[in-house]
Structure formats: structure tokens, C-alpha cells
């Protein structure tokens, strides 16, 4: 090879290595650039953030990413509305479509996922102190674009709008406690450690760290802030704050998050804050997946009541969970896929009537109980929801729930009663509610892809039956760790029972137990747990949890009258009903009377009527406020509250034995009754009004 031709391949060498470094010098220059125009904007916003004061925010500027030392987060923000990660972006190019963030053509799914990642880290940091997750807020601050919109759950929004979007959050922190929640945030998230700590209270006369340099405080208006007013206006519309929206026990906030890679049980007794574990879980789970959680409770007007609670937790997100008692779910999953269901349990009632009077056995049955309520119980609660093959799989099964011993003949008698039942259901083409469930179980196990739910969460599970269970297993299935179950055995109202291994469940690993009571005063609770006793009850085949519970309130004894008559307790109820209401205004609805028996409702209904006090029956009651007094069963109060709870005609010794009936079906109905008078006396939380009839 020629000594010329080698120089000149050297000098092309050269000439490329000072492109490279050339276009490397202009590569770094246009990241300081960037870094610069980044921090330039970071520094503008945080102009405008400065006068936030006013508003009662607390301004962190450039923290440490929560449990990271390198990564860092550009604003956070402690106020009203809760806690905000803001983080400043100078995008030049900006759209949002299809609801997605696009820079140019490219979407920008990555960076939203990246701040909520960031804002689940800090939930996770904040939990043991008690901020829930639902009271972090992030959104992405565009400094050079006017913008507003919510994309996945983060904010978008142009410099001008960040106020406003502020002044509408809704309220999360009472005055009181923002120092706390800063507290919190700043540990969690420290000072990045180059830049010198800027945090304080701005321009507030309770200033936080007087060390830390502080956002100089602007002295002009906020800018873009026209609807400032209307915002504020707005959020003191919104109801007035409650605690659990912000903030929760270190056991209850650690299972809105927590990863369960098979189904999860959350259980603890009355007033515990179960469903609000429920709800947060619910929320964060819809926050975070395309497909919507289904949250389903027994009680058919609970969803609604549960519905306006999340909304109030995180306004909007009422569209991403569906709210539902398990029979209208079965109903829709059924009509989804074309069919036409109709339940009808006053036919079906009938059929059972026939099946009854003609059953060869009844002599048998008769014998063990004479109460054909026992046996339609049977049918309904153990036989039919387990889709039993033969008498052979009933003589083997073991009747949870059940106490009155049923051996070879009598299960024989039982299963020929029920073959004959649905032979009657059969020829008057009726449905029963499990006929109902059933169905739907089976829909749902042959188009899985019908029905695609992120999460199932289940409250009041003890009082399902086991078809009901099944279905909601089936539409949790293929989704490992999206069935939460919540409940209290010893809340369960209704005959028989079932073990979570029957439904192919286990939550082995995957369960808590929750022990603080929220909800009732000292003596309201000690007068429930006075009448329950030390009766326990298997727990959907496990062991009961524990009763132990830490009440945090106290208040006055349950005041107790005992009349002679049904007309005493009449008399005393409405006397207490006008004279509380005269010494105290604030409303009949803080009221609410509840009965064993629908028909005792009714009478109340129509006695608060003739004395011109307005009732509101449970069975329309979707938890908006009106003022008026609730009246309705204790079966439909589960899973609600009151103030004050007044439970007339009751008596001053457990029911009493029936004629011919076993010892055995009267404990499990004494039992049943002691559960369902707990239930009654937790709605409470201030105070209890107990009306006994003698006799
Ligand atoms: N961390 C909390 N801080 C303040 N209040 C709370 C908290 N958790 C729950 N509560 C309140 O306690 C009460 C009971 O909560 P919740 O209804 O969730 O209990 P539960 O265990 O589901 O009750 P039950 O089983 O009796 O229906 C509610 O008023 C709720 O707002």
C-alpha cells in the first residue's frame, strides 16, 4: 500500500473524529440548553406558584424522588386540596388526543405513567403517617402552552390554569392538620442535596423551617385566576371533608395499595372502616387500569349510597367503577349476552308452597323442624346455590351455618323436597334469585371475554350465598389479585353459610384484620357486644377474627324505655323525636328508626306521619341528604350509619322457642337474631334509643 494514500485515509480519519466530537460538543450543548430552559421554566412556575400562599398552599420546590437521591421532583405542594407533585415540562410541541399527551406524533404515555409511578412511591412513603394515596394529586405544568385537561388519572395543564385546578381540588386537609401532612411530605421527600432546601410556608405567618430558603413570595394577583372565585364557591359545595378521605389508619392504608397476587380478605368488626378500605382500594385500582372495578354489595341500595362516597373521594371516577348488588349484576351479565331473566320470588315462593304441601317426606322433615321456613332455608342457602349433583353429594356435605343435625333420612326427605321444588319451578316456567346467579355463573365461565373487570371488590361478602360468590370469583378469574373480599361473620344476618375453599378461593397470606372502631361511641359498642355475648361464629370456614377493638369516642348511655304496649314505645319515640329536634334543630337526619320486621317499619312510617315528622324510607334512601328521619329494617342499614338510632319494639328476652322446634334451629335463630341486633345497634354513632315491650 502507497505512503500517500495512507495520510490521506489518517486525515479523513481525523476530519470524522472532529465531526464526532463536533456534533458531541453540539449534542451537550443542546442538553444544557434544555437542562437550562428546563430549570428557567421550573423557575417560572415556581413564580407562579409563589402567591399560592393566600390559598393556603405550602410550596417544596426541587425535592429528592422518595426513597431515590438522584431523581427529583419539581414541585411538591401541601395545602387544601391535599398533597400535588408538579412537574414542570418545556415541551415545545404539544397535543392531547385520544386521551393520551403527544409530543409531535409520539405519544408520551411514559411520562404519565412515570409521575403516578412517582405518586404511588410517595403514597407508599406517607402511608405509615396515615395520608391515604387518594389525597396525592400529580399534574404535568406545560410552560409553554395554555392547556387543561386530565389524562390517566394526571392532570395537564398550562401555567395560567395551575391555580384554578388548585382551587378546585377538592378539600382534603383542614387547616388544622396541614402542618402535619407537610411534615410528612417533607421526610418523605427531602431537598435534592445540591440545591440548597427550598422549602417554607409561603409568606404564612406558621412558617416551617427557617432554615430553608423559601420561593420568594410574588406580590402581584394571581395571574389567570378570573375563576378563582367560582372555584372556591365550587369546592364549598362539595360537602364538608370527613377524615377517611384523607386520612387512615397505618392498617387500613397499607391494603389500598398493597400487591396481593391471589384474592384478599379484609375482615374486623363493626364500624372498623372496612368499606372505606373498600372504596380507597376500589378508587386506586380504577385510577389505574383502562378496564372498570366492579364493586358489589348486597344490600341493593348500598351502591348507590357507596357510589357518591367515591365521588366525593375522587370526583369522576364514579365512571370507571360500577356500583352493584350481586342480583342486578347477575341480571345484566345475563341480559349482556341476550338473555332475558326474570327472577320471580313471589311465584317462586309459591312453588316452594306446592312442593311443600305434596312432599311424600314431610313427615320426616316435620319431625327434625316443623317450620317449612327451615326447609325453604335449606333449599335456598344450602342445596341449591352449590349446585349439588346427586342426594349422594348432599349426604357428604357439611351444612355451614347450620345447627339442627340432619342424618340419612331427614337429607333424604330434604333433597326430595327440593327435586320437587324445582319440578314446580319447571312446569310454571319460574326463576328463582339462584336461578339467577346460577345462570349468570355459568354466562360468565363460557364468555369470559365479555367481561373484563381490573378488580372485583366485594363488601358485606358474608351476607352472600355461595352461587353469589361464585359469580363474582368467575368474573375476577384470569386476574390474579383483583377479588377483595370485605366482611364480619358476625355481622351475617342470613341462614347458612359456606367455606371460601367451596368457591375455590383461598386468601392464605392475603388477609387483615382490622381492630379500630371509627364509627360508634364506647357505650354504643359495649351495649351491641353486650347482646351479641361471647357467640362466635365460623367466618366463611375460617376461625373467627378477633373481637378486639380500640374505640376512639365516647358519649352518652344508650337510653332504654320499656312500655307495656306497642303504643308506649310509640309514645316515647315520638316524644324523644320532638323534643331532641326542638332542643337541637340541626335536623331530622340525624335520625333513624329500625325495625326487625318490614311491617314494623311501616307502622313507624305511618305513626311519624300522623305526627307531621318527616320520614324518608331506607329502601329509597341514596344517601343524599335530605332532613328527614330514616326508617327502614336493620337488614337494609347494614353498611350504613346515623347519628342516632332508635330500635323500637323490642324484647326483653331473645325469641322464643317455637312449638315442636329443635333446640338445635333455635339456637342457630337465636344466634341469628343476636347478629342482626348488633348490626342495628352499630349503625349508631353517637347515640342509641333502645324501646322494649314487655311481654
Ligand atoms: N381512618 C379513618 N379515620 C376516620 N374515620 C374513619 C376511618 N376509617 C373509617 N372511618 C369512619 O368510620 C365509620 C365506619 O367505617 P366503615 O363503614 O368503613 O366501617 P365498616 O367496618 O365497613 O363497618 P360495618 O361493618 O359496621 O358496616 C365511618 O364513619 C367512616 O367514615
Given at each position: 500500500m502507497a505512503a500517500g494514500g495512507s495520510a490521506l485515509r489518517r486525515s479523513r480519519e481525523l476530519e470524522e473524529d472532529a465531526e464526532a466530537l463536533f456534533s458531541l460538543s453540539e449534542l451537550k450543548r443542546e442538553e444544557a440548553r434544555r437542562y437550562l430552559r428546563a430549570s428557567a421554566s421550573e423557575a417560572e412556575l415556581g413564580g407562579v406558584l409563589a402567591p399560592l400562599a393566600e390559598l393556603g398552599w405550602h410550596v417544596l420546590e426541587d425535592r429528592q424522588w422518595p426513597g431515590s437521591r438522584r431523581a427529583n421532583v419539581d414541585f411538591l405542594l401541601v395545602g387544601p386540596g391535599g398533597v400535588v407533585v408538579l412537574d414542570a415540562k418545556d415541551w415545545a410541541e404539544l397535543s392531547v388526543r385520544d386521551g393520551a399527551l403527544h409530543r409531535g406524533e409520539a405519544r408520551e404515555d411514559e411520562e404519565v405513567a412515570k409521575l403516578r409511578a412517582l405518586c404511588d412511591t410517595l403514597g407508599e412513603h406517607l402511608a405509615p403517617t396515615g395520608v391515604t394515596r387518594a389525597a396525592i394529586r400529580a399534574a404535568m405544568v406545560f410552560t409553554r402552552h395554555a392547556v387543561s385537561a386530565e389524562v390517566d388519572g394526571v392532570a395537564a395543564l398550562g401555567p395560567r390554569d395551575v391555580a384554578g385546578w388548585l382551587a378546585r381540588l377538592p378539600l382534603r386537609v383542614e387547616d388544622s392538620r396541614v402542618a402535619e401532612v407537610l411534615a410528612a411530605v417533607e421526610e418523605a421527600s427531602p431537598p435534592m442535596p445540591a440545591a440548597p432546601p427550598a422549602s417554607?410556608?409561603?409568606?404564612?405567618?406558621?412558617?416551617?423551617?427557617?432554615?430553608a430558603a423559601e420561593v420568594p413570595v410574588a406580590q402581584e394577583p394571581l395571574e389567570g385566576l378570573e375563576d378563582l372565585t367560582e372555584a372556591l364557591v365550587e369546592r364549598a359545595l362539595d360537602g364538608p371533608l370527613e377524615d377517611w378521605m384523607t386520612f387512615l389508619h397505618p392498617a387500613q392504608n397499607r391494603l389500598v395499595q398493597v400487591g396481593w397476587t391471589g384474592p384478599g380478605r379484609v375482615r374486623g368488626p363493626a364500624g372498623t372502616g372496612k368499606t372505606v378500605v373498600a372504596l380507597h382500594r376500589a378508587v386506586h385500582l380504577a385510577e389505574r387500569h383502562d378496564e372498570p372495578v366492579l364493586f358489589v354489595s348486597f344490600v341493593k341500595t348500598l351502591p348507590q349510597v357507596f357510589e357518591g362516597l367515591a365521588e366525593r373521594l375522587r370526583p369522576g371516577i364514579g365512571e370507571k367503577i360500577e356500583f352493584t348488588g350481586v342480583h342486578a349484576l347477575a341480571y345484566r351479565v345475563l341480559q349482556d349476552l341476550g338473555g332475558q331473566p326474570a327472577p320471580d320470588p313471589r311465584r317462586a315462593f309459591a312453588a316452594f308452597r306446592r312442593a311443600w304441601r305434596a312432599c311424600p317426606q314431610q313427615e320426616v322433615l316435620h319431625g327434625i323442624d316443623p317450620r317449612p321456613t327451615y326447609w325453604q332455608e335449606e333449599i335456598d342457602h344450602v342445596i341449591k346455590p352449590r349446585r349439588l349433583a346427586d342426594l349422594d353429594a348432599y349426604r357428604e356435605l357439611r351444612r355451614h351455618g347450620r345447627v339442627t343435625p340432619l342424618r340419612g333420612a331427614g337429607r333424604e326427605a330434604a333433597w326430595e323436597l327440593y327435586l320437587a321444588y324445582e319440578a314446580e319451578l319447571a312446569q310454571a316456567g319460574v326463576q328463582d334469585f339462584n336461578d339467577l346467579l346460577l345462570q349468570a355463573e355459568d354466562a360468565v365461565e363460557r364468555f369470559p371475554e365479555a367481561f373484563g373487570y381490573a378488580a372485583v371488590v366485594v363488601d358485606e361478602v358474608q351476607d352472600l350465598n355461595l352461587a353469589g360468590l361464585r359469580l363474582l370469583a368467575a368474573l375476577a378469574e384470569g386476574t390474579p389479585g383483583s377479588l377483595l373480599l370485605v366482611g364480619d361473620g358476625r355481622q351475617s344476618v342470613y341462614p347458612g353459610g359456606f367455606s371460601l375453599a367451596e368457591a375455590g378461593l383461598s386468601v392464605a397470606g392475603r388477609g387483615a384484620v382490622l381492630s379500630t372502631n371509627y364509627r360508634n361511641t364506647r357505650q354504643v359498642l359495649a351495649c351491641a357486644q353486650s347482646v351479641l355475648g361471647d357467640h362466635d361464629v365460623e367466618d366463611l370456614g375460617e376461625a373467627p377474627a378477633s373481637h378486639e377493638v380500640e374505640v376512639l369516642r365516647t358519649g352518652p348511655a344508650p337510653l332504654v324505655v320499656q312500655g307495656a304496649g306497642r303504643e308506649d314505645v310509640d309514645a316515647a319515640l315520638i316524644s324523644l323525636l320532638r323534643t331532641s329536634h326542638e332542643r337541637d334543630p340541626r335536623g331530622w337526619d340525624r335520625y333513624a328508626v329500625l325495625t326487625e320486621r318490614s311491617a314494623d317499619a311501616e307502622r313507624i312510617t305511618r305513626l311519624l306521619r300522623e305526627h307531621d315528622v318527616p320520614s324518608l324510607q331506607l329502601t329509597s334512601y341514596r344517601g343524599v341528604p335530605s332532613d328527614k328521619v330514616k326508617v327502614g329494617t336493620i337488614k337494609r342499614a347494614k353498611g350504613l350509619e346515623f347519628p342516632y338510632v332508635l330500635l323500637p319494639y323490642l324484647s326483653l328476652t331473645p325469641p322464643e322457642r317455637g312449638d315442636g322446634e329443635p333446640e338445635e334451629s333455635h339456637t342457630e335463630r337465636v344466634d341469628r337474631w343476636r347478629r342482626e341486633m348488633y348490626v342495628g345497634m352499630t349503625r349508631a354513632r353517637d347515640g342509641l334509643w333502645l324501646g322494649y315491650v314487655e311481654g
Open positions: 417554607a410556608r409561603v409568606g404564612a405567618s406558621t412558617r416551617r423551617g427557617a432554615a
